[in-house]
């Protein structure tokens, strides 16, 4: 992540910020059933562990970030709910590690929320920070206190509620140990009390957790993909454990890290950083029957989250209405916009019957639509005839009212094959994206938001940052343009909208790259995007894998 953006999250933290059409805040609005995507929330590397504060309320992950992205730092999130990951949201609040840790895995916090203890896996060291505010960790600091545990791979780490004894699992020996501390909670002052090998039962270990009384510990790990179950006769003896059970995570998802339990021992919660590209970077929770009784967990399997069902094949575009009561979807199959209401507005995963449909019979291949902020007018780009169609409604938003009004031919221009279209807000300039010369196409309007009387402006080439350019979007202002990219030049899969800003606002001719944002949630080959025209929500269509809609909030 660039200097910019980091500022940009540590203001929106502490401040009140406006994030409005700023791709660096967006996040996926999903709600999946037991499964939190915390790439969605924030667009990091490889994370390996999580934590909770105790009334669980917030969520902690730790990740060895990437070269994209904050590099081994702590993550913050708020639940709206208590231990219910599905109401998580980013607080755009994190703390680096990276000058510590190179390769940070394990994470605990002190019970009271004013220190924190992470685990380097590359030197298998733990390191102490002190947070001025509890469970703040913006303010946290480095102690100069750590402790190098004896192992080759700190996988695991997990402190007893009084702060005199510590417990870490190591992937490079399978042992599980035990340090006691002579000052509670300063790792600086351990030394190692006993350990006990299980690399018979996990060869692998990522994760690790204690039952709050002692009694009990669990192991996850990815040679078994799944969680081991320990019973100690004497709480917190390593030297009394016997091995009670196993259950099998990897038909859920593959290389599970991290592992945590709700206060209650109710909930099991742990990460999944495997190959399972519909549900990866996943933190799933899963229901115990029997307190921390962990072979008696079920699971409800994921959803997408908020996603429609398809009324046929994969839409071509699609959008809000004003008030996010409403959904539209444009289907290339059958050249028909769809209407479809949501009950709970801006929700997808509410969305009701169809409601009614307007096929569009002026152009052999329509290609994605665009509404007037209003709702009286839509315009569709059709490359059948090189046009920009005009559709007026007399009942704003209700389709069943829809007539044809006319068209503004852009071909003659160089615009032969128009991809999609955007009109301006006070509706004097429109602009086409041209997939046959990689262009886009600027136009007057004499008349306002009539595209028949359109006159070219110009013409400039597609950013370099852009490979397979779709669809366009301006903010109301004409500061800033957003271009979808189903295989970006920096080679991510799932594609990306790119965000540009213009130093004369709506003269495309001065625009220069800003952002890139990659959607989340399991969207696999993003084809399009809109925006609501407040600019805190985004639709995106997935061409790829899903061909799903996902919708996604900025801020």
């Known amino acids: 992540m660039d200097p910019s953006s980091r500022a940009l999250l540590l203001a929106a933290g502490s401040q009140n910020v406006d994030t409005a059409w700023n791709l660096r805040y967006a996040q996926f609005a999903g709600s999946p059933n037991n499964a939190f995507n915390y790439r969605t929330i924030h667009n990091w590397g490889a994370s390996f562990d999580l934590a909770f504060k105790p009334d669980g309320t917030k969520l902690y992950v730790v990740g060895a970030g990437s070269a994209t992205v904050l590099n081994d730092s702590v993550y913050s999130y708020s639940l709206s709910t208590a231990w219910d990951i599905t109401t998580a949201t980013y607080d755009y609040e994190y703390f680096i590690v990276g000058n510590q840790a190179s390769n940070a895995q394990s994470l605990y916090f002190k019970t009271d929320g004013t220190a924190m203890y992470v685990g380097d896996r590359a030197n298998s060291t733990i390191h102490q920070y002190t947070l001025t505010t509890a469970w703040d960790v913006t303010t946290a600091s480095y102690s100069s206190a750590s402790f190098q545990i004896g192992g080759t791979s700190l996988s695991g780490l997990y402190f007893k509620s009084d702060g005199t004894s510590f417990f870490t699992v190591d992937a490079g020996t399978d042992r599980i140990r035990r340090h006691d501390m002579s000052t509670a909670w300063d790792v600086s002052t351990a030394s190692l009390d006993s350990y006990l090998s299980f690399g018979t039962y996990e060869a692998a270990p990522t994760g690790l957790f204690f039952k709050d009384d002692g009694t009990r510990f669990y ?10 179950e320990w019973s100690l ?23 599970p890290q991290g592992i945590s339990f709700n206060s209650a021992g109710t909930i099991i919660y742990f990460m999944a950083y495997g190959a399972n590209t519909t549900r990866n970077a996943n933190i799933y929770a899963l229901d115990l029957s029997t307190a921390w009784d962990s072979s008696t967990a079920t699971y409800s399997a994921p959803t997408t989250g908020s996603t429609a069902v398809l009324y046929a094949s994969v839409p071509v575009s699609v959008s809000y209405s004003a008030d996010g009561t409403k959904v539209y979807e444009f ?41 007037k902020p209003d709702g009286t007018a839509f315009y569709v780009a059709g490359s059948g005839s090189d046009r920009i169609y005009k559709y007026t409604l007399s009942t704003a938003w209700d389709l069943s009212t829809a007539s044809y009004s006319h068209y503004g031919a852009v071909g003659g221009n160089g615009a032969t094959n128009p991809n999609d279209a955007h009109v301006t807000d006070n ?7 041209n997939w046959s010369d990689n262009k886009i196409y600027q136009y007057s309007l004499s008349t306002a938001w009539d595209v028949n009387t359109l006159s070219f402006t110009q013409a400039v080439s597609i950013p370099t940052e852009i490979v397979s350019r779709g669809s366009i979007f301006f903010n109301p202002n004409g500061t800033r343009y957003f271009l979808t990219d ?15 800003d213009l130093s004369t606002p709506w003269d495309i001719s001065t625009a220069s790259f800003s952002y890139a944002y990659t959607p989340q949630g399991g969207c696999q080959g993003i084809s399009y995007a809109s925006f609501s025209y407040d600019g805190t929500r985004i ?16 801020g």
């Not at 479809?340 to 291949?365: H, M, N, R, V």
């Open 539 to 554: 639709l995106v269509v997935d061409s790829g894998g899903t061909q799903e809609i996902f919708a996604y909030t900025i």
């Open 219 to 228: 192991v996850v790990g990815t040679s078994g993909d799944g969680i081991d």
């Open 427 to 433: 509706g004097t300039k429109l602009y086409v994206v």
């Open 486 to 500: 189903r295989s970006n030049a920096s080679g991510t899969p799932n594609g990306v909208i790119s965000q540009f």
């Open 331 to 371: 289907y290339g199959a059958t050249d028909t916009l769809y209407e479809y209401p949501l009950s709970t507005a801006w929700e997808l995963s509410s969305k009701g019957t169809l409601t009614t449909s307007f096929t569009i019979t002026q152009d052999s291949s329509p290609n994605s639509h665009f509404f």
């Open 233 to 255: 006769s004497t709480a917190w003896d390593l030297s009394t454990a016997t091995y009670d059970s196993f259950i099998l995570l990897n038909s859920l998802d593959v290389a």
